[in-house]
């Protein structure tokens, strides 16, 4: 379980590394950022907002469209995650969730029987 968001970044660097071989993958590859970017923000989020992160999986799926990333992050909290509220919009935070929701090609939360959910996204490789 990576303690952090830093270091679940590094775990699915590694797996895109292995998955997309030749050079290392680079921040500045768009399907590189996008993928860091989104393990960011559920984990954080996990960890800031949802009593701690409980399961994380990053795994190389074949697609009837290619390759993907699957992200799976559990937490501690049953509540949904929710984008911001248009009448909120100086408050700090809320755009994580729309963000994820649009550069996944799927997402879907499931609430956990131990209790807590889970969060699966699929992002596309190419």
Request: with cysteine; hydrophobic share 45%; proline share 6%.
């Amino acid at each position: 379980m990576p303690a952090d968001a830093a270091e679940a970044r590094g775990r699915v660097r590694v797996l895109l590394d292995q998955v997309r071989g030749a050079a290392p993958a680079a921040a500045r590859d768009p399907v590189v950022a996008d993928a860091l970017l989104v393990t960011s923000e559920l984990v954080t989020n996990a960890l800031r907002h949802a009593g701690g992160l409980t399961g994380f999986e990053a795994a190389y799926e074949r697609t009837p469209d290619g390759m993907g990333l699957r992200l799976v992050v559990e937490d501690a909290s049953a509540d949904l995650p929710t984008a911001r509220v248009k009448e909120d919009d100086f408050a700090p935070g809320g755009y994580g969730w729309p963000m994820v929701c649009r550069l996944a090609s799927s997402v879907s939360v499931s609430a956990l029987p131990s209790g807590g959910k889970r969060i699966q996204v699929l992002l596309a490789l190419g």
